[in-house]
């Protein structure tokens, strides 16, 4: 959106919310290019995503036993189909509409904003429990819990989902014009969730360049996962942080943020095939690649049991 040279309707648009008394700006972009072509770059990748997500949810939910390491990533690309559906659906009413506001949008909002908080939570949880099987092995093996897996992602889903019901809460008894509770929910996952990621994430590379290669594609995929989740998705945190301080900022990096999270969603399933690749053999199956990856959690934990043991 040109902040300098609003279109007629955004100018009508902004006049008819201040007089319901309404503090908000119903962004109509229908007349920028720029915007037009974040559009269309953002449905492709959510179409692109959300048939990498599918077919790693079929392949693994089909496959893999319960109560596994594996029951995370079926999560994460659970929230990551989600949150490519949801956008999607956001970027096609944009196409008709123009609009970036009121109760449809609202509502596809707080959907994309249970997905993308879920996402986040579950690879907070993914980076810190790959950090406690590596460092203390022994005992992760002895003292985790049979169900953890499957209980921990009931939990997170049930807190992001309570999370957004207030969020959906508030903006519906302020109207729909309540701006900045949004941006509240994205600032309370950057403070609970960055410093734990990024912690973890040195953690994991410095541990991965001390273990076998036997032992390095679980954490392979994990750190790149990791990685390339700071890099393009935790971007969309930074900017409504420093929207909500800095009214200057352009309503354009928000839709980049929002390019780079679909980005970010639908290169996971990409990371996980070329992890399971192993170069000079015979290619298996996409759900044997998979398989191979996920599966190899418990043989990576009963190795450094083993190396630990040794060196005790």
């Excluded at 229908?30 to 959510?46: D, K, P, Q, S």
């Excluded at 953890?148 to 008894?173: G, K, N, P, R």
């Excluded at 994991?204 to 998705?233: D, E, G, N, P, W």
Aim: proline share 3%; charged share 10%.
């Amino acid at each position: 959106m040109d902040m300098t040279s609003p279109s007629p309707f955004t100018v009508s648009t902004q006049i008819n919310a201040t007089s319901a008394g309404k503090n908000r700006t119903c962004y109509d972009s229908g007349i920028n290019e720029e915007v037009l072509v974040y559009a269309i770059f953002t449905i492709l990748f959510c179409v692109l995503g959300m048939l990498g997500n599918g077919l790693v949810i079929w392949l693994l939910g089909s496959s893999v036993k319960r109560n596994t390491f594996a029951i995370y990533i079926i999560n994460l690309s659970v929230a990551d189909f989600g949150f490519l559906t949801f956008e999607l659906i956001i970027e096609i009413h944009w196409l008709f509409t123009h609009l970036y506001c009121d109760f449809p949008y609202e509502l596809f909002q707080t959907g994309l904003l249970l997905m993308y908080s879920t996402g986040q939570f579950l690879l907070t949880v993914i980076s810190i429990d790959r950090c406690v099987s590596v460092l203390f092995p022994i005992w992760y093996r002895c003292h985790r819990p049979v169900h953890m897996f499957t209980t921990v992602c009931i939990v997170i889903w049930a807190i992001s989902f309570i999370l957004s019901s207030i969020h959906f809460t508030i903006i519906a008894v302020d109207g729909f014009g309540n701006s900045y509770t949004l941006m509240y929910q994205f600032i309370v996952n950057a403070v609970l969730c960055l410093p734990l990621m990024t912690i973890s994430s040195v953690t994991l590379f410095i541990k991965i360049c001390f273990i076998s290669k036997s032992q390095r594609k679980l954490l392979t995929a994990v750190l790149l996962t990791l990685f390339f989740f700071l890099v393009l998705a935790f971007p969309l945190n930074a900017f409504y942080f420093i929207q909500y301080f800095s009214k200057c900022i352009h309503p354009n990096f928000v839709h980049y943020g929002y390019l780079c999270t679909c980005i970010n969603s639908s290169i996971n399933p990409l990371i996980y095939y070329l992890v399971g690749r192993q170069k000079g053999k015979t290619q298996r199956s996409i759900k044997d690649l998979l398989q191979k990856v996920f599966k190899e959690e418990e043989n990576c934990t009963n190795q450094m049991e083993t190396s630990e043991g040794a060196t005790i």
